[in-house]
């Protein structure tokens, strides 16, 4: 680690694959300059529709709306304290820095990568009134239990659905079940338009702290840096072109990265358009996600020296990618195959923006082991049927 940057090991394929076609490219660089609209109201009517919630507010990234959840609902319960996992993507360091909250880092599972429940009842404990929970590469939690606990210390459920399309818990989306609800739009999403976020009110408290910060963002743009983003992805999200433009340093592919907060923005026109022009796309990739990773359990299901995240039995899993944990030490085979990368390389609690900002950190070593060692498989289209790369 150096700074605020942590580097994970370089891919030769693209950890993520969310399909962009070429006519989403075109409807985002038709709205880039000026032929568009109403692709935000007709993206804002799609989301709606999808997850059925009360109030949305569409924003620049979902970094930036869970910056804006964490700061409403600390509003709302006047507490600044905010239970986060230990073992996340480092935007959540990031949104809780820009929300200017504190810390109650709870445990995660390797067997499950939802929370440690006595761990997160002691964040509790320690003053947080909010819970954020993420459903990491799309495996749904145990939202029965994290909401019973929720309940007992009247706390805010915030649901990071940032990487969980296509994935839902008894029944219904995932994204729609907390108080308030986060989705991402960025590249490397299971759904992306090149950029872009939306803040989801699920329910009464949701709608109470949303209304706290809705004002807090200015107007997005008409998005001319997402057209450039979209065309990026376009051409270089197939493995060998990424390849190429993996080996261009200066684009930080393959690195992990704590971000400085950034002021709130509303989604831009490029970004709206091409979600809107992508989203059915989209939901057939996620269902295809769910046969490749379906093709990963079979094949490596029973390896005893692997560990493989499930999701309880009310969850159905999105799949963005494939979670696995190795048991040893030891260089797995599966390492080898080209598109198998590690995932988030530290715990959140040694980031160094973190470190004035922590009331409680688990003793747990569940998030220090995922660190060490949970790989992931990639899911996206260009992983072949058989459950190989």
């Keep these: 680690m150096t700074g605020n940057r942590v580097v994970a090991r370089r891919v030769s394929m693209p950890p993520v694959y969310a399909p962009i076609s070429a006519r989403s490219v075109i409807r985002g660089v038709f709205a880039a300059i000026g032929f568009d609209n109403d692709s935000r109201e007709t993206l804002r009517r799609l989301i709606e529709a999808e997850y059925s919630c009360r109030d949305l507010v569409l924003l620049d990234s979902g970094t930036t709306a869970l910056t804006l959840a964490m700061r409403g609902a600390s509003l709302l319960s006047d507490s600044d304290v905010v239970a986060i996992p230990n073992f996340c993507c480092f935007d959540i360091a990031t949104a809780l820095v820009g929300a200017d909250c504190r810390a109650a880092l709870y445990d995660i599972r390797p067997d499950s990568l939802g929370p440690d429940f006595e761990s997160l009842r002691e964040a509790l404990e320690a003053g947080a009134r909010t819970v954020v929970v993420a459903h990491l590469f799309g495996l749904p939690i145990d939202l029965d239990k994290t909401r019973e606990l929720c309940s007992q210390f009247e706390a805010l459920l915030i649901e990071d659905a940032a990487q969980a399309v296509g994935g839902k818990w008894d ?36 709608e109470a702290a949303l209304t706290l910060v809705r004002d807090s963002s200015v107007a997005g743009g008409r998005g001319l840096g997402t057209m450039v983003r979209l065309l990026g992805q ?143 498989v990639p899911t996206h289209k260009w992983a072949r049927k058989g459950g190989s790369i």
């Design 234 to 376: 376009f051409l270089f999200g197939r493995p060998p072109q990424f390849a190429l433009a993996a080996r261009v340093p200066q684009l930080n592919l393959g690195e992990t990265v704590y971000k400085d907060p950034w002021p709130a923005r509303g989604i831009d026109r490029a970004a709206a358009a091409a979600l809107v022009s992508n989203w059915a796309e989209s939901s057939r990739a996620a269902r295809l996600r769910a046969t490749r990773a379906f093709g990963h359990t079979r094949r490596i299901g029973k390896d005893e020296s692997l560990l493989i995240p499930r999701a309880p039995a009310k969850g159905v899993a999105g799949y963005l990618r494939y979670p696995v944990v190795l048991r040893g030490s030891a260089e797995h085979p599966l390492e080898m195959e080209p598109g198998v990368s590690p995932s988030y390389p530290t715990e959140i609690r040694r980031l160094p923006a973190m470190q004035d900002r922590i009331v409680y950190a688990t003793e747990g070593d569940g998030a220090r082991l995922l660190a060490q060692r949970l790989r992931t």
């Design 171 to 206: 029944g219904r989306v995932l994204g729609s079940l907390g108080s308030l609800g986060i989705l991402s739009f960025g590249r490397g999403k299971g759904r992306t338009g090149g950029g872009g976020g939306a803040l989801l009110a699920n329910d009464r408290m949701g």
